[in-house]
């Protein structure tokens, strides 16, 4: 059974940090791209940030120099440090798990943590 669970989200003030935490199981982590997405109320989903199974990342404009995107194959974990947290990056975030094979594409989702910045 496949898994995603985050955590690490919360109410935090402008300038500071969060670190978002996605433990996962029922697949093979190392070999799939992962990436954090966020949704905030009458807004599409977007990409905030994506690391591919290779270890390069990419980044949302909106969060380049802020955000860092790390993972830990041992452990079956993807990590967003949030640093220099902004009101606009209030939304729930929420991990992906993606593998495209020849017989089929992989597409899992977490079921998302708060986060809210606000002073």
């Known amino acids: 059974q496949v898994q995603l669970v985050e955590s690490g989200g919360g109410l935090v003030q402008p300038g500071e940090s969060l670190r978002l935490s996605c433990a996962t199981s029922?697949?093979?982590?190392?070999?799939?791209?992962m990436g954090w997405y966020r949704q905030s109320p009458g807004t599409q989903r977007e990409l905030v940030a994506a690391i591919f199974s290779g270890g390069s990342t990419n980044y949302a404009d909106s969060v380049k120099g802020r955000f860092t995107i790390s993972k830990d194959n041992a452990k079956n974990t993807v990590y967003l440090q949030m640093n220099g947290l902004k009101p606009e990056d209030t939304a729930v975030y929420y991990c992906?798990?993606?593998?495209?094979?020849?017989?089929?594409?992989?597409?899992?989702w977490g079921q998302g943590t708060q986060v809210t910045v606000s002073s």
């Open positions: 992906n798990a993606n593998a495209a094979r020849s017989w089929r594409k992989y597409d899992y």
């Open positions: 029922g697949f093979t982590f190392s070999s799939f791209d």
